[in-house]
């Protein structure tokens, strides 16, 4: 993450926590005392250096913008770095390597020691989908968070229509579609 961790944060108040109210105002690019997911992008950035991805910006923002407007206020954007770092922590662990990045058998790890039973091939979708190509393909920070966002948000759609936690349920086409548009749009 780009940016300063520091201590301070004159003018924070409560609820947003020390250090963020003056990386808030340096992220704030416009001055609107709001950040959008363009501003947000623009101070995040995996281990590569590279920026986030505006899907993970978006889920992220969508999550903490109580009002709905498309941006986060300096408490959202304090909510928002406790959240990100608590997913670069869990990153950090499943990073055997310290590479930066999570590999296929780090993720796989990371999927089971969270307690989803996923095979390896669905790993290997994720990777397909979300790695850079390579002939070692791994996820940098941001698409690491993205992939526990909505993997956690479909299976708690999943776990509602599951009543008997039996690991099977049966839904209309439209019931489906509802699902995903819900959780991941």
Known sequence: IRGRWGRGGVGAGPGAAAGAFSWFQAVDADRSGYISVKELK??????????????????????????????????????????IQQWKNLFQQYDRDQSGSISFNELQQAFSQMGYNLSPQFSQLLLARYAPRSSNPSIQLDRFIQICMQLQSTTDAFREKDTGLVGNVRLSYEDFLTMVVTRMM
């Not at 590569?48 to 999550?63: A, K, P």
């Open 42 to 83: 623009q101070a995040l950035v995996n281990s590569n250096w590279s920026t986030f991805n505006d899907e993970t910006c978006l889920l992220m923002i969508n999550m903490f913008d109580k009002t709905r407007s498309g941006r986060i206020d300096v408490y959202g954007f304090s909510a928002l770095l406790r959240f």
